[in-house]
């Protein structure tokens, strides 16, 4: 079974900084996949970055990249230059080889002007 | 990407009356799943949708509540059954594309309450 764990229930960053949300995972399949996805209060789940078990590379997509320490099972989410609109909450989902989604608890990002 | 549409957005039911949640994709995907967010709580996976053939439901569902079609590779309904106030939640329906990239979308949800 897999397991995905975020500790910190809710953050909060001042705009134009960055912030690093964690998440760490627990599984026994090889082959997996790591997801965070953006909720804002509209409940719609936006998908924001994926790293794959077998990439070598921590993935990036514009101002969020993906902390990626297999050996530690860690895929932290960083998000630079914070924007007002960054406030949400946030998802960490790990899917295994038959791609259905385990998500951790979420982290409630709060920008402040 | 795909393009993923569900429709209602929202309902507000009464207690003891069915839903029928429809998810459409604009792409043909492989797989589709049904997932539940319950006020203030995480996302929880009711069921895979099978193309032609029943639905696979996780631990703690049931075919008889949540009836799952999938009738083909676009398109897939939940219907949350005899609900209770208990079923008030978002419903979220997603989709896997496989190609050269292994993103998951979801759908904008359908919110649910039940008075």
């Known amino acids: 079974a897999q397991k995905i764990t975020q500790t910190q229930p809710g953050m909060f960053v001042q705009e134009k900084e960055a912030v690093t949300l964690d998440c760490t995972y627990d599984?026994?399949?090889?082959?997996?996949?790591l997801f965070w996805y953006k909720q804002p209060s509209s409940g719609e789940m936006i998908f924001l970055i994926y790293?794959?078990?077998?990439?070598?590379q921590n993935a990036t997509e514009g101002r969020y990249s993906l902390n990626f320490q297999k050996a530690r099972k860690s895929a932290n989410l960083v998000i630079s230059a914070s924007q007002l609109g960054d406030s949400a909450m946030y998802f960490c989902?790990?899917?295994?080889?038959?791609?259905?989604?385990?998500f951790g608890a979420g982290t409630t990002v709060t920008v402040r002007a | 990407s795909a393009v993923i549409s569900q429709k209602p957005s929202r309902d507000i039911c009464q207690r003891g009356t069915s839903l029928t949640i429809q998810c459409q994709v604009d792409s043909q995907v492989t797989m589709m799943f049904w997932y539940r967010q319950q006020p203030g709580q995480s996302l929880t996976l009711i069921a895979t949708?099978?193309?032609?053939?029943?639905?696979?439901?996780e631990s703690g569902f049931v075919i008889d509540k949540f009836p799952i079609s999938r009738p083909n590779l676009t398109f897939s309904t939940l219907t949350v059954s005899n609900m209770s106030p208990e079923d008030s939640s978002i419903y979220l329906c997603s989709a896997v594309t496989f190609g050269t990239s292994f993103e998951q979308y979801f759908g904008p949800g359908t919110r649910l309450t039940v008075t």
């Open positions: 989902a790990m899917r295994a080889s038959d791609y259905k989604l385990s």
């Open positions: 599984t026994s399949d090889p082959s997996y996949g």
């Open positions: 949708a099978n193309q032609g053939s029943e639905a696979t439901y």
């Open positions: 790293q794959g078990s077998y990439d070598q």
